[in-house]
């Protein structure tokens, strides 16, 4: 029974995420800028092997010009399509809201990742914590600064 329960919830926060990511691009912004009370951006990219523009939306922490992105994918073993994407081309284009931004994207490491993951992982209860228990593979944060 405790297994179906599981199961039951994540499907239906799958459902929920993919309605608003739906809801979000497809009203180019008006609507779903934020996921409980976390903000929210689509995320522009070029496909890292078929160079077809994809979207993506995630939670973000913008500070000045930067913003930065977790890809946890859940605590997937795989790093998400679009960790891929900003891998091969640094270039991408950032909607909030209804405002775009062109940005250039970075991995960052040793001291500067552990303060960007310590701040989004507090914008998200621990979250980011909690999907990193659950992968083997250290989940990469990523700093895109603006235009």
Not at 85 to 98: A, D, E, P, T, Y
Request: hydrophobic share 35%; with cysteine.
């Amino acid at each position: 029974m405790k297994t179906y329960l599981k199961k039951l919830k994540r499907y239906s926060i799958f459902l929920f995420l993919f309605f608003h990511n739906y809801i979000y691009i497809y009203s180019d912004g008006r609507f779903g800028k934020f996921l409980n009370n976390r903000p929210c951006l689509i995320l522009h990219t070029k496909g890292a092997k078929t160079q077809v523009e994809r979207k993506n939306v995630l939670v973000f922490l913008k500070e000045g010009n930067e913003i930065c992105l977790i890809a946890s994918k859940g605590g997937n073993k795989n790093n998400p399509g679009w960790y891929h994407n900003l891998k091969k081309f640094q270039k991408c284009k950032v909607q909030i809201g209804r405002d775009t931004y062109e940005a250039d994207a970075r991995e960052v490491y040793d001291e500067e990742r552990i303060e960007w993951w310590e701040k989004m992982d507090f914008m998200n209860r621990g979250g980011y914590s909690a999907y990193q228990e659950l992968t083997k593979r250290r989940i990469p944060v990523l700093v895109l600064t603006l235009s």
